[in-house]
């Protein structure tokens, strides 16, 4: 069976279609994880009773158990409890609380980087330890932490795939689809190996750039 390019041309609106319901539930998914891993980060280092310790158990949790089953239960579990989110929604939402904990222990990563005579000087000044964290702290975890913090980004864009498993219709599902349908595997899995590395690459780009700026006071 030879490369059908006819055929890649007539599929290119659907495979739009998923690429941009990927980014969009990709993006959305990043930026929500990204606010866990900030607030979870300054529970944990602040030692907040209780709050602390859901956000240490939550870490636990997502890490040690398989990401399809955290989708599963999103969308299948929780509408059992009255919790019930739209397809869509449901996937950004599980996307989202897997990478969320990477996020936790990405910035947690970021603070334990800083110098210990920062939070001294810092307590000098007056500060107290959410006025640090939110000023000093958390600017200077991200700042250290964004390589881990952009691996974490990376591999939700690439997780984005298991979304298929409950029925999003994202570059995946749409590819998969195609080829239980027309049986040409060939043409839709390179479409997948293209979309997924193409998203990929331009977020990293984007990240070096901003990590190059947020750099650029310091090489002085």
Same mark, same amino acid.
């Given at each position: ?37 900030? !607030? ?109 913090? @952009?691996?974490?980004? !990376? ?33 839709? @899995?390179? !479409? ?8 990929? @690459? ?11 700026? @947020? ?6």
């Amino acid at each position: 069976m030879e490369f059908d390019l006819e055929y890649l041309q007539r599929q290119l609106p659907a495979l739009r279609a998923g690429l941009a319901l990927t980014v969009q539930a990709s993006g959305l998914a990043i930026l929500i994880s990204i606010a866990i891993g900030l !607030v979870g980060a300054s529970w944990r280092a602040l030692r907040i009773p209780v709050l602390g310790w859901l956000a240490a158990a939550y870490v636990e949790l997502i890490r040690n158990t398989p990401l399809l089953v955290q989708i599963f239960f999103v969308f299948f579990g929780l509408p059992t409890i009255g919790l019930k989110l739209s397809l869509f929604w449901s996937g950004v939402a599980a996307l989202a609380l897997w990478a969320g904990a990477f996020q936790i222990e990405n910035v947690r990563g970021g603070l334990a980087a800083i110098a210990p005579g920062l939070p001294e000087a810092a307590r000098a000044l007056g500060l107290t330890r959410g006025q640090y964290l939110r000023k000093v702290g958390l600017p200077l975890a991200v700042r250290t932490g964004l390589p881990a913090m @952009l691996n974490t980004c !990376v591999s939700l864009i690439k997780n984005s795939a298991y979304l298929s498993a409950i029925g999003m219709q994202e570059l995946t599902g749409v590819a998969f689809d195609r080829i239980a349908s027309d049986f040409r595997a060939f043409e839709m @899995l390179a !479409v997948l190996l293209v979309g997924y590395l193409s998203v990929v @690459l331009s977020l990293s780009f984007s990240v070096r750039l901003l990590e190059h700026r @947020l750099q650029a006071p310091f090489r002085r």
